[in-house]
């Protein structure tokens, strides 16, 4: 294609996009006329149709239909027929009322979490003239969500920008002919006119997880201040002419308390500083996001004005990836934060629905354990930061290993931290979900902006080649994880989204998987959203069939899980032998009553049960990699959509691709290492091994070959074998031997505390 008439396509889709109707017909007219090359002629005179047709100009929209019916290629001519079809009803005379329902019903006196028994007869929403001409075509002409506002999808292949989705016409085209136009399909799912309320959740599990979060983050802080300051003093104490200080010695539990309690009040303003001296974080006007989503605002303004809240404060951070995000301490002090990103890449309802769900973490209140958890990580996480990039610039490597050190044992202290909030993190998503789907009867538009932004996510991702530090460090707050986006989000081209997420809903062992999680898994959030719209008549914008959960052997299981059963069965031993230990002392057989009081050989007896199951499981989960049964990157997909799989399963897989990751001091313990390849984004586990020529880090960025072990969890990852590169340059990851030598540490450590009865301390 010349590049002309390249550029004049792109500019023509991109004004599409943006609602520029004319200047799009412009560019678009211009390469419909001219150019040559099929696909970008077709990407043309797709993209006038729907210019056509939003600009009022039918006409010329079903000429242009009757014209791709003669195609030569049978799809197309299949998609302009039902095109036609849609186009031919629109034109009938519509004489539509300017009070027409917006499909956005919110009845008095009600809340997301305690609706009212029965609606109202007629809704409190009374559109402005102008929304009401918009609004005419997108509820009444339902049928033709060709009209609809152009979702702002991210797309997912390479240049030139795909032609807006076909799936814009009808709701039956299929995915194979959505892929003609390299776009993804979304069936556009209607929302509800009308909906009675669904039953109140009990919301006992996510205040009482709430209160645990608080009490696991203070006393995880308050060890480390206490180790940190102990070993302040004992370091003190071996020096020369220096004396430990007193004050160092005094328990800091009363004082963090008091501490914690202040930072959840003043939480809202330090979030405000620290934001916007980190990311850029700005004020948003309800201008700017009327812009974007009338609804939003409207659902921002409803809802706070039957809660009798004041609206909250609207920020945003310029960042292409769509995150969003809530904090506060009070509904009268909260802020709702997105991203430049979400606002682009999103549709108006689902824009709205995704900031109805940030209104349902205020309505919880677990946004003030939340903001906490980001007031305590985030300034951890911004030394760590700096500590990397300071390594990046030291040029010796033996200066460079103890800011490396540093950089690792803090970035350790901000997963730890982070650790203590997972679980709610988890919880509240599935009540922010129903709550969000209750004030605007959208489940369908609230299952599309998931999946898009987890496309977003993955393709910034591509774009910066390493996750950035924003979508790490505010992972926990967002309402979809970095993580679980990168084969979700660039799957689509090879494989339904049904598919991929049939192992969330139908493995029977998919809850195990995600207790180190800081997302739920993403199907059963979906699959919770369709019984929604089931319960209210609405056609789901995913279609799971009802299976019975995939037969799942229970030997895999427990052998997936060997080394945490050895800790219960290392119990189990411990009591066996302090019986045993008991009834030889009673009988003066045998007196080892005096090494054995204290009952730390329990600890040493819950090392030994690991070690074990460690050891059983090693040969399973690493077995010998055969190139006869080796997998490729055609499989991946297949490997995905397996609902019944396991990551004991330990599938070997070569696979080529691009490896992404950030580089230097940041990643030094490869917890940034993904795989681009043609079948899309994998995670990759690597350990380093000391002396080797090549290292992690010198590959990022380069083509490689990946072999390894293949394995669905939550998050599909492989465990790596060898790194190679198009040069011939080998890495070697030895997860066999560390985790051997993993268990033979336990084993020492366990008989050395179950023979001297102490924890390290002999008798």
Partial sequence: MPSHAKSSLEAGLVALKQGNYQTAIAHLESVASSESNGTANLQARVGLVMAYARSGEVSKAIAISQNLIESNNPQVQEWATRALEHLTKRKKPEQESKNVETGFV???????????????????????????????IETKNNEIPAMVPLPKLQATVAPPPPPPPLSGFMGSVTRTQAKLFGVIYWRQAQRARAWQPLRKPKLIPLRLLAGGTF??????????????????????????????????????????????????????????????????????TKDVLNARSREAVRVLQRCCQQRHWPLPKLRILPMAAPIILTYGSLPRNARIVVSQGLLEQLADDEIAIIYATQLGHIAHWDFAVMSLVLLVTLPIYKLYQQMSEWGNNISGKIW?????????????????????ALWLSQLRLYYSDRVATEITGNPNALIRALLKISIGIAADIQKQEQTSWQLESLNLLTPVSHQQSLSLGTIASNLSFESFLKWDIANPYRRWFTINNSHP??????????????????ETELHFPNEQPSKVKRQSFLLQIAPWLGIPLGVLFAGLVWLTWQLAFTLKFLNLKWIYDDCSFITGCLLIGFSIGTVIRINSFFPDIKPATV???????????????????SISVRIVGKLLGRQGTSNSLAQDLILQSSAGLVKLHHISWLGQPVNHQDLIGRQII???????????????????TQSGKTMYSPHPIWSFVLA??????????????SLGIGH
């Fill in 106 to 136: 919110v009845f008095e006196n009600s809340s997301p979490d305690n609706p009212p028994d029965t609606p109202p007869d007629t809704p409190l929403d009374t559109p402005t003239p102008e929304e009401s001409k918009d609004q005419v």
């Fill in 215 to 284: 009490i696991a983050l203070f006393w995880v802080m308050r060890e480390i201040i206490k180790l940190i300051l102990g070993s302040i003093n004992k370091t003190l104490v071996k020096l020369p002419y220096v004396e430990p200080f007193d004050f160092l010695y005094n328990d800091p539990t009363r004082l963090l308390l008091i501490v914690f309690v202040i930072l959840i009040a003043v939480s809202p303003w330090l979030l405000d500083l620290l934001l916007a001296n980190m990311y850029g974080q700005r004020e948003l």
């Fill in 400 to 420: 460079r290993w103890p800011v490396t050190i540093v950089a690792s044992l803090i970035y350790g202290i901000w997963c730890l931290l982070s650790g203590t």
């Fill in 521 to 538: 898994l993403m199907g059963d959030r979906i699959e919770r959203l369709c019984q929604i719209a089931r319960h209210w008549h609405l």
């Fill in 631 to 649: 997998q490729a990157d055609d499989c991946l997909p297949t490997l995905l959509a397996d609902p019944s799989a396991l990551p004991i399963d």
């Fill in 706 to 724: 990946v072999t390894g072990w293949f394995r669905r969890g939550a998050t599909p990852w492989i465990d790596i074998q060898t790194l190679e």
């Fill in 744 to 757: 033979l540490a336990a084993l020492a450590w366990g008989a050395y505390i179950f023979l001297n009865g």
